[in-house]
């Protein structure tokens, strides 16, 4: 082929992009027709988070895109013919009608809105005519198909005796009080496949411990109160430098050692701490798209990363800087957790520092919840598997969490959420529980020598009487035990064998 010829081949090859409609109207196209973010995906070969991308603003390229459109096209056709073919004053009642009047609902003053058309809920999947926090939802929860059987029917009036509730599972039906553990089968489902063989299960579930902790993190989320924003808007802040290098946010991880200790010989114990990113999950997160600020004030509504020029510290003799090890001064980007401890440790409380000065934030609305269920799952499933001695779930679980985490960032591992910001966020608050518990053997009257990354932390003394001892995230296990220095009695060193 001639080089004519092959820009011939380009230019015909070469097509402009199907439009799209806006990412609001995306949305509405689904939840008009009852479908699930995880319908659509399968439907189009993608992850329900990548759907969940689209609707926040980000757009699909080459044949998906196509597909996507396509898909988009037709629900908008289908809801013109229903429009069409409905006959004027037959929208679905409203609970007033039925009910004669308002009726009081638990979750009144809760964001609930009445839906013009009926919707799955999103709890049992019957029909419901209101929305929770933007979710369709039934007030009544005996209206609900997550109620327990044998309450009355709040149609019909009548009691449902000796009867079950099933719902589809697969090619079979589950009771609906059955629910999906999805860790558990996944690990039945590589120990079968591997005829039993332990090490290559543990293998084949660490390797795929990504997509199905994003798996997971969408069947969480079912029902929540807040929408996870996949792929937001970025500040050049949270962006790397150069390809290969990182971006401006410090993370203040601990590296940390006592610089002089007593004369004599000293047994120190290095103490690991348990799930110390699982913990981590648990932190104020931004929930939508970062907004700039400046001002020396603190929202803690909001969370997000801020530019401070941080305060001196005056006892690394004894206890790590918060900040960890920083050589150079001047202002820098610390995340929502790292300044946090800065304004807790500067308050009367504890009053060992100078508040941060800050100069400028970029912050959203946050909450401590927004992956809470998640979290939950896999501290379950951990502890479930530490009580029967199954090692494959906790290696299987503790890929999950920790990948999760690591891969938030830009990464080629995880294309579904793009989050640098909790990535930083989430590591911090794992150095941020660390300098904590260091706080806490110090006030407890136990010698610091180390704290290193997020999990390790040295120690001098009986410091079981401080830290209970076991495999639980809230526990500690021992890393290792050593020596340091030397007796400086004779008789005793002759007795240890100087």
């Known amino acids: 082929m001639t080089d004519f010829e092959a820009i011939d081949a380009l230019l015909a090859g070469a097509r402009e992009e199907v439009p799209l409609p806006p990412p609001g109207e995306r949305r509405s196209l689904r939840e008009e027709l009852n479908l699930s973010q995880a319908q659509v995906a399968q439907a189009l070969g993608v992850g329900p988070s990548t759907v969940g991308g689209w609707e926040a603003g980000r757009d699909p390229s080459g044949e998906v895109r196509d597909k996507y459109a396509y898909f988009l096209e037709g629900a908008r056709t289908k809801l013109a013919e229903r429009a069409t073919a409905r006959p004027a004053g ?50 009544d929860p005996r209206e609900c198909g997550t109620a327990r059987t044998g309450e009355s029917d709040a149609r019909t009036g009548s009691e ?41 299960a543990t293998t084949a579930l660490v390797a795929r411990a990504i997509p199905d902790a994003m798996a997971l993190l969408d069947g969480t989320r079912r029902g929540g109160r807040y929408d996870i924003v996949a792929h937001p808007w970025i500040p050049d802040v949270l962006r790397k430098q150069t ?21 004599g010989r000293h047994q120190v114990t290095a103490l690991d701490i348990n799930g110390a990113y699982l913990s981590a999950l648990k932190t104020h997160l931004p929930i939508g798209q970062l907004e700039h600020s400046s001002g020396f004030d603190h929202d803690r509504r909001r969370a997000g990363v801020h530019l401070i020029t941080p305060p001196a510290w005056e006892h690394d003799a004894v206890l790590p800087n918060p900040l960890g090890n920083r050589d ?10 790292t300044l946090r401890l800065l304004l807790r440790l500067s308050g009367p409380k504890y009053a060992l520092c100078d508040p941060p000065e800050i100069h400028e934030s970029f912050t959203s609305g946050a909450t401590e919840n927004l992956l809470e269920k998640f979290r939950v799952a896999l501290k379950e499933a951990r502890e479930r598997a530490i009580a029967e001695g199954d090692e494959v779930t906790v290696e299987y679980v503790k890929a999950m969490y920790s990948k999760f985490v690591s891969t938030m960032g830009e990464s080629n591992y995880n294309r579904e959420l ?54 639980g995230v809230s526990e500690v296990k021992v890393k290792d035990t050593y020596t340091v220095g030397c007796d400086t009695d004779p008789v005793a060193a002759d007795e240890h064998g100087g």
């Not at 809760?110 to 926090?133: F, W």
């Not at 110090?442 to 009487?465: F, I, N, P, S």
């Open 90 to 139: 037959h929208e679905p009642p409203t609970a007033e009608d039925e009910e004669g009047g308002p009726q009081a609902s638990p979750h009144d003053g809760d964001d609930v809105e009445a839906l013009h058309r009926e919707q799955p809920c999103v709890l049992c999947g019957r029909p419901a005519r209101h929305q929770v926090a933007g979710f369709p939802q039934h007030l």
């Open 160 to 200: 449902s005796v000796g009867t079950v509730r099933v719902v589809p599972a697969g090619r079979r039906v589950r009771t609906a009080d059955e629910s999906p553990d999805p860790i558990r089968e996944a690990v039945a489902a590589a120990l079968a496949a591997h005829f039993g063989d332990v090490e290559a």
């Open 243 to 263: 390809a290969r290098g990182s971006d401006r946010i410090w993370e203040a991880r601990p590296k940390w050692a006592r610089p002089e200790l007593p004369t």
């Open 328 to 337: 150079e001064p001047g202002p820098l980007w610390v995340t929502e957790p």
């Open 418 to 471: 793009y989050r640098p910001d909790w990535m930083h966020l989430i590591r911090s608050q794992a150095f941020a529980n660390l300098w904590m518990k260091a706080y806490k053997a110090h006030e407890e009257g136990l010698v610091v020598v180390r704290a290193m990354g997020t999990d390790e932390l040295h120690v001098l003394g009986e410091w079981r009487r401080v830290f209970p001892e076991g495999r």
